[in-house]
C-alpha cells in the first residue's frame, strides 16, 4: 500500500480548548483524495484524475482522529458525490453502509462517534483484491472451482481468472464473465459474487449449471487501477473498454483477446462484461443492457431481459423496457470512436449468440438501494437467467 498521506489538520477541540489531531489520507486500499485545506470544521478535498483524460468521479479516503466532531467535507472538482451519499465503512472497509443523509452533489457532513478513531469514506463500496480473497476463502475448496491467471500487470500484479462449473468433462456450453474494465467501478463486483455463489449452489439452478456450462471470470481487467484507485474510465492512451481492435495498449486485454478463443473452442455462447454507469440522472438510476450494434445479438439480449426481469425477487428493478438501443442516448458511434469495446469484439467469436454489456447503477436503482447485499442478490438472479436462457432453444 502506498504512504499517499494528503493532509494533516489541526483542528481546536471544543472541550477544554485542547487541540486534537485530525488525519484526512488516501493510504487505504484503492485510496484516492487531495485534500486541500482544512477551515474550522470544514474540510476541502478533491479526487485525483490520475490516468485519465477527463473528468470522473471516484474517490476514497479515511479519516482518524476525529472522534466526537462533526466535520464536513466539501468537493472542490465538480459534483462526485452518489444518490445515497458517501460509502462509510467504521471497520476498515470490511463493510461498508450508505450515509443516506446529510449530503449534496459535492458534500457531505459526518457526526463522529466518540469511539470512532478511524472511518472510511468513498463514491462507493470498495472492493479490492483482498475482498476477492476473504471471498474466494469462504467458498472453501471445491471440485468446480479453478483458480488461474490471466497475465502479470505492468505494475507486478497478478490478473486472476476462475475457472466455474463444468470443468472435468466437456461441457455444452462455456461462457465468458468479466468486470472492472473501467477499475473504479466497484459494484460490479458484489454481482459477480452473487453470480459465482449462484453457480456453486445446492439448488436446481446451481446443479444444472455445474453440469452443463463452463464459466471463464476475470474480476478485474484493470487491475493495477482497481488496486491504486483510479478512476479507470477514459484512460490514457485508451480506454481498456476500447481496446480490442487493432494492437492492445494494455497487456491485460491483450491477453483476454489471445486466451478467450482458445479457450472457448467453439463453444462460447455468451460473453458479458459487467459495469456501473454515471452518478444519477436517466439511465444511471437503473439497471440496463446495453444494446449491440447487431440486430442479431440485439434480439438476443432482448430474449436474456425478458427472462432476467422474470426472475424473483427482482433485487435492483431490472426491465427489459430500460435497456438502451444501439443509436439511443450515448450508445451511438461516436462513444465507439477510441476502439472496439469488449462486448462489440466478443459477439465476433466463434460461436457467439449472445454478447453484452449490464450496467449496475452505484447507490439506486429503480428507487432501490444498491449496497453489497443486493449486488450480490442481483448476480445470483443473473445465474438463474442465465440458466434459463442457456435452455431456450
Not at 457467439?352 to 450496467?359: A, D, L, N, P
Amino acid at each position: 500500500m502506498r504512504n499517499r498521506y494528503a493532509v494533516i489538520g489541526w483542528l481546536v477541540a471544543c472541550a477544554g480548548g485542547a487541540r486534537g489531531e485530525v488525519r484526512v489520507d488516501a493510504d487505504i486500499p484503492a485510496g484516492n483524495i487531495v485534500c486541500e485545506r482544512f477551515l474550522g470544521n470544514q474540510i476541502f478535498v478533491r479526487q485525483e484524475r490520475r490516468g485519465s483524460t477527463g473528468w470522473w468521479f471516484y474517490w476514497a479516503f479515511r479519516v482518524r482522529g476525529a472522534e466526537g466532531r462533526t466535520l464536513a467535507f466539501n468537493f472542490t472538482d465538480g459534483d462526485p458525490v452518489g444518490t445515497q451519499g458517501p460509502a462509510v465503512s467504521v471497520d476498515q472497509g470490511r463493510t461498508w453502509r450508505w450515509l443516506g443523509k446529510d449530503f449534496t452533489k459535492n458534500r457531505f457532513t459526518y457526526a463522529f462517534a466518540s469511539d470512532e478513531a478511524e472511518v472510511w469514506f468513498a463514491f462507493g463500496m470498495v472492493y479490492t483484491q483482498r475482498e476477492w480473497d476473504r471471498f474466494l476463502a469462504a467458498c472453501g475448496e471445491s471440485p468446480f472451482l479453478e483458480k488461474g491467471r490471466l497475465s502479470v500487470t505492468r505494475k507486478g500484479r497478478g490478473v486472476e481468472t476462475l475457472r466455474l462449473g463444468c470443468l472435468h468433462a466437456e461441457p455444452r456450453y462455456r461462457v465468458l464473465v468479466t468486470a472492472r474494465h473501467h477499475c473504479c467501478e466497484m459494484m460490479a463486483s458484489y454481482a459477480v459474487e452473487g453470480l459465482v455463489g449462484g453457480v456453486l449452489a445446492d439448488d436446481e439452478k446451481g446443479r444444472w449449471l455445474r453440469e452443463n456450462v463452463e464459466f471463464l471470470l476475470i474480476p478485474f481487467i484493470d487491475k493495477d487501477g482497481v488496486e491504486d484507485g483510479d478512476q479507470g474510465k477514459l484512460r490514457a492512451p485508451r480506454d481498456h473498454n476500447r481496446d480490442y481492435d487493432g494492437e492492445s495498449a494494455h497487456i491485460e486485454t491483450a491477453a483476454l483477446r489471445e486466451l478467450a478463443p482458445v479457450w472457448a473452442k467453439d463453444k462460447l455462447f455468451m460473453a458479458l462484461d459487467l459495469h456501473c454507469p454515471y452518478i444519477r440522472g436517466e439511465y444511471n438510476e437503473w439497471v440496463y443492457q446495453v444494446g449491440s450494434t447487431n440486430e442479431a445479438i440485439w434480439a438476443q439480449q432482448q430474449a436474456f431481459g425478458r427472462l432476467l426481469e422474470d426472475v424473483e425477487p427482482n433485487p435492483l428493478g431490472y426491465r427489459v423496457a430500460n435497456d438502451l438501443p444501439y443509436g439511443k442516448a450515448w450508445n451511438t458511434s461516436g462513444n465507439y470512436a477510441q476502439g472496439l469495446s469488449f462486448a462489440r469484439w466478443a459477439a465476433g467469436l466463434p460461436g457467439v449468440r449472445y454478447s453484452g454489456t449490464i450496467e449496475i447503477p452505484y447507490a439506486t436503482a429503480n428507487g432501490k438501494v444498491v449496497d453489497a447485499a443486493s449486488a450480490r442478490l442481483f448476480g445470483d438472479q443473473l445465474a438463474t437467467a442465465l440458466r434459463r436462457y442457456l435452455e431456450t432453444p
